[in-house]
């Protein structure tokens, strides 16, 4: 059993988003995976999971609460990789939740406003040592300017750490699939559903070893 963790100090970066578009496409290659969704106020993960299941989307996707990583620990052995989604803050929780992780994805906009905080706390987990080498930057929802996009590779390089071999573009097409219980990949846009697939190889890579 694998743990991949999406974890941030700042809220609407794509945290729900991005371990939604992991879960599904980890189900789509036959794994056994479980959302762990931390964020109890907002419970996007499992909001969504509800709503897959009413749109009959096929495969379904369990996604569970869960308070505290003890819970967590206790439910997990019958699946291959967990994703846990966790609340827009950085805290005790987020430590403990990276310390559990085979990799720990810091989903970021391209803005010094997004990559401050998101550096600032990739440092802060980087202190635990056999945290640092699992952490690894996503620039999501990203615009369409080259420059902007350079600019936040170099940040994320100049300050040391790992990022994700694929952007996780904005587009407005992404929300309304995760509106009817879909993700990443299931698009119906052709553009979309190849966006998608570029992010689900990269993050798949990681979360399970795992080629196409
Ligand atoms: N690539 C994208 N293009 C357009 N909208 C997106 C994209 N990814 C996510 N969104 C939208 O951005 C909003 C925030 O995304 P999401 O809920 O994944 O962020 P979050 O980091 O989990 O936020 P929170 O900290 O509040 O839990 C949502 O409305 C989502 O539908
Ligand atoms: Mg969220």
Same mark, same amino acid.
Request: glycine fraction near 8%; include cysteine; hydrophobic fraction near 40%.
């Given at each position: 059993?694998?743990?991949?963790?999406?974890?941030?100090?700042? #809220? #609407? =970066?794509? !945290? +729900?988003?991005?371990?939604? =578009?992991?879960? =599904?496409?980890?189900?789509?290659? #036959?794994?056994?995976?479980?959302?762990?969704?931390?964020?109890? $106020?907002?419970? %996007?993960?499992?909001?969504? *999971?509800?709503?897959?299941?009413?749109?009959?989307?096929?495969?379904?996707?369990?996604?569970?609460?869960?308070?505290? &990583?003890?819970?967590?620990?206790?439910?997990?052995?019958?699946?291959?990789?967990? @994703?846990?989604? %966790?609340?827009?803050?950085? /805290?005790? &929780? %987020? $430590? /403990?939740? +990276?310390?559990?992780?085979?990799?720990?994805? &810091?989903?970021?906009?391209? *803005?010094? /406003?997004?990559?401050?905080?998101?550096?600032?706390?990739?440092?802060?987990?980087?202190?635990?040592?056999?945290?640092?080498?699992?952490?690894?930057?996503?620039?999501?929802? %990203?615009?369409?300017? $080259?420059?902007?996009?350079?600019?936040?590779?170099?940040?994320? *390089?100049?300050?040391?750490?790992?990022?994700?071999?694929?952007?996780?573009?904005?587009?407005?097409?992404?929300?309304?699939?995760?509106? @009817? #219980?879909?993700?990443?990949?299931?698009?119906?846009?052709?553009?979309? !559903?190849?966006?998608?697939? /570029?992010?689900?190889?990269?993050?798949?890579? &990681?979360?399970?070893?795992?080629? +196409?």
């Amino acid at each position: 059993m694998r743990i991949a963790s999406f974890l941030g100090q700042k #809220g #609407g =970066v794509g !945290k +729900s988003t991005l371990a939604r =578009v992991l879960a =599904v496409a980890a189900a789509h290659e #036959g794994h056994r995976v479980l959302i762990g969704d931390f964020d109890l $106020e907002q419970l %996007t993960c499992v909001e969504w *999971s509800a709503m897959r299941m009413r749109q009959g989307i096929e495969p379904d996707i369990d996604a569970q609460a869960f308070k505290s &990583l003890k819970k967590l620990r206790k439910t997990v052995s019958d699946y291959d990789l967990v @994703v846990v989604d %966790t609340r827009g803050l950085a /805290d005790e &929780l %987020t $430590e /403990d939740v +990276s310390m559990e992780s085979d990799v720990v994805f &810091l989903p970021s906009g391209t *803005s010094m /406003d997004d990559l401050r905080p998101t550096l600032a706390l990739a440092r802060r987990l980087a202190k635990t040592r056999s945290v640092s080498n699992k952490i690894v930057i996503v620039l999501s929802k %990203t615009g369409r300017s $080259e420059r902007l996009m350079q600019e936040a590779q170099d940040t994320i *390089s100049d300050a040391g750490f790992d990022m994700l071999n694929a952007v996780w573009p904005e587009r407005d097409g992404f929300q309304a699939d995760l509106d @009817v #219980g879909r993700a990443g990949s299931e698009s119906s846009n052709p553009h979309l !559903k190849q966006a998608a697939k /570029d992010v689900e190889l990269a993050m798949m890579t &990681l979360a399970l070893g795992w080629k +196409s």
